[in-house]
């Protein structure tokens, strides 16, 4: 089924239109602020960032319902995945950290703390065959880099105004 995933946070509500005939098919809700979506590898399955739950939903797409609630740090406002499909990275604001789960078992396994510089992470990306995240601050000036082989930030960088989108162009 192709459908255009929706989410409004006003209403806690997922909203899946038809995307060949662009036809509302349904409105699913989902309580807690649901903010941002990501794809997992399989075409069926979403993740989606709770704010006020401090969670992540996992939907399929294929029965339109939620499957999981994974919990994670205090107010998710990002997250990607790997290439593999095997791990899940979410920026908690309020908690400043990355939560990692391992999509197998569908559980944080770990949390990386991030240094006061890089309050409330607005946004995250991975590059480098996945061994390295970046991740953008709301609240201040700077981004850091992670190496997720050692998960730990190895790297700050002052941007000189605050940050809230990261994209990876050309990552080879």
């Not at 993740?47 to 319902?65: D, E, G, L, M």
């Not at 939620?66 to 790997?82: A, D």
Request: charged residues 25%; glycine residues 6%.
């Amino acid at each position: 089924t192709n459908l255009v995933l929706v989410v409004c946070p006003t209403t806690n509500t997922l909203t899946l239109f038809n995307a060949d005939d662009f036809s509302k098919r349904k409105d699913i809700m989902l309580e807690g602020g649901p903010e941002k979506i990501i794809s997992y590898v399989d075409g069926e399955t979403a993740y989606i960032t709770s704010r006020n739950q401090n969670s992540i939903f996992k939907f399929n797409s294929v029965t339109k319902a939620v499957e999981k609630t994974i919990p994670v740090g205090l107010v998710p406002t990002s997250l990607t995945i790997s290439k593999d499909g095997k791990w899940l990275y979410v920026a908690n604001g309020k908690s400043n950290t990355i939560s990692i789960i391992d999509l197998n078992k569908e559980e944080v396994v770990d949390d990386i703390e991030l240094p006061i510089e890089t309050q409330f992470p607005g946004d995250i990306s991975l590059f480098g065959d996945d061994r390295w995240l970046v991740v953008t601050s709301e609240t201040t000036n700077t981004i850091s880099f992670i190496d997720l082989n050692i998960r730990s930030v190895i790297m700050k960088l002052d941007v000189g105004a605050t940050t809230h989108g990261v994209y990876i162009i050309n990552d080879k």
